[in-house]
C-alpha cells in the first residue's frame, strides 16, 4: 500500500494511462480483421506525431494532472528541485539526481522514446509506402483505392518478380488499364471485401490468366499481412494445441486440431448427434454408433 500511494507510482500509472491513450485507435486498427491499410497508417503518422507532441510541448501539463490528482487523493509530492530519494531501496543503487531529472529524463522522456523507437523499427518510411501502394488494389467501393501510378512503384518494390525494364513497365500499365475498366463494368466485381475476396474472383471468373501481372501483384499482397494479429493468435493457439503430450503428432492432425480449436465458437453450435451421424457415414461399421 505504501508503493501505490507513492508519487512515483500515480506517475507511471498516469504515463500509462497517456501512452495508451495516443496509442489505442492504431492498436484497434492494426487488430481488425478486415484491415483499411490506408487508415492503419494514417494512424501511424498521428500516433508518432501525439507521442513527439507529449514529448516535446505536453511535460508541463503532465505533471500538473499527476500534481492535481496526487493532492486531491492526499498523496504526498516531492519538490522538483530536490534530490531524489527512492522509495525503499538504498540510494548507492541510484545515480544523484534531482526529482525532475528522474521524472522528467528517466522516466517521462525515456518511456516516451523507447515507444516511437519500437514504432519507427516497426513501421518505417519504407515500409508504410509498401503498404500504402498495396492497399490501391483493395476492391471495396468500386475500386476506389486504385491508383496506377502507386501500383507501379509497388512494382518496383520487387524488382525480381517484375523485371524493371521499359517493355515490362508498358505492358503492366496497359495491363492495369484494361483491368480497372474490366473489373469496374463487371457486376461480379461489386461487392467485393477485400483483396482475398478479388483474388478469389478472378480465379472463378478465368480473368487471372488474362491479367496475369495484375494477379501476380495481388498474390505477392496477400503474403504481406502475415504478422497481423489473426494470425500471430494462430502461432500462439500452436501451443495449447501441440503441447508436450501430443508433440509427435502429424501435419494433418495438427492442422485439424486447430481448425477446431480456433473455430470453436462455430463448431459449437455442431450437435453431437451431426457428428456422430458423419463419422457412422464415413464407412460401414459393425454396429451404430
Not at 530519494?85 to 544523484?96: E, L, Y
Not at 500504402?132 to 501500383?151: T, Y
Not at 512503384?153 to 515490362?168: G, I, Q, S
Amino acid at each position: 500500500m505504501s508503493t501505490f500511494e507513492s508519487f512515483e507510482f500515480v506517475f507511471m500509472i498516469h504515463l500509462m494511462s497517456e501512452i495508451f491513450g495516443i496509442t489505442d485507435k492504431l492498436c484497434q486498427a492494426l487488430q481488425k480483421g478486415d484491415q483499411d491499410i490506408v487508415n492503419a497508417m494514417t494512424y501511424v503518422k498521428l500516433t508518432k506525431e501525439g507521442l513527439q507532441q507529449m514529448r516535446d510541448h505536453g511535460w508541463e501539463d503532465f505533471l500538473h494532472l499527476v500534481v492535481c490528482f496526487c493532492v486531491k487523493h492526499d498523496v504526498e509530492v516531492p519538490t522538483m528541485d530536490d534530490m531524489y530519494v527512492p522509495r525503499g531501496r538504498s540510494r548507492r543503487f541510484f545515480a544523484k539526481v534531482s526529482n525532475l531529472h528522474r521524472f522528467r529524463v528517466e522516466i517521462f522522456i525515456s518511456v516516451i522514446d523507447l515507444q516511437l523507437q519500437e514504432l519507427n523499427s516497426r513501421f518505417d518510411e519504407e515500409n508504410m509506402e509498401l503498404l500504402i501502394c498495396v492497399s490501391c488494389l483493395n476492391p471495396i467501393n468500386s475500386f476506389a483505392a486504385f491508383d496506377m501510378q502507386k501500383l507501379l512503384r509497388l512494382v518496383e518494390l520487387y524488382p525480381k518478380e517484375f523485371p524493371t525494364n521499359d517493355m515490362t513497365m508498358t505492358a503492366l500499365r496497359h495491363d492495369l488499364q484494361f483491368y480497372i475498366n474490366d473489373v469496374r463494368q463487371d457486376a461480379k466485381f461489386g461487392d467485393l471485401k477485400g483483396i482475398h475476396e478479388l483474388s478469389m474472383m478472378l480465379v472463378e471468373t478465368n480473368k487471372h490468366t488474362t491479367y496475369n501481372l495484375v494477379y501476380l501483384l495481388i498474390r505477392l499482397a496477400l503474403i504481406l499481412p502475415v504478422a497481423t494479429a489473426s494470425v500471430e493468435r494462430v502461432f500462439s493457439s500452436m501451443t495449447y494445441v501441440k503441447n508436450k503430450l501430443r508433440n509427435s503428432m502429424g501435419d494433418q492432425l495438427l492442422n485439424d486440431n486447430l481448425v477446431t480449436f480456433l473455430e470453436r465458437d462455430l463448431f459449437s453450435r455442431v450437435s453431437d448427434d451431426d457428428v456422430l451421424e458423419r463419422f457412422q457415414s464415413m464407412k460401414t461399421r459393425r454396429m451404430l454408433l
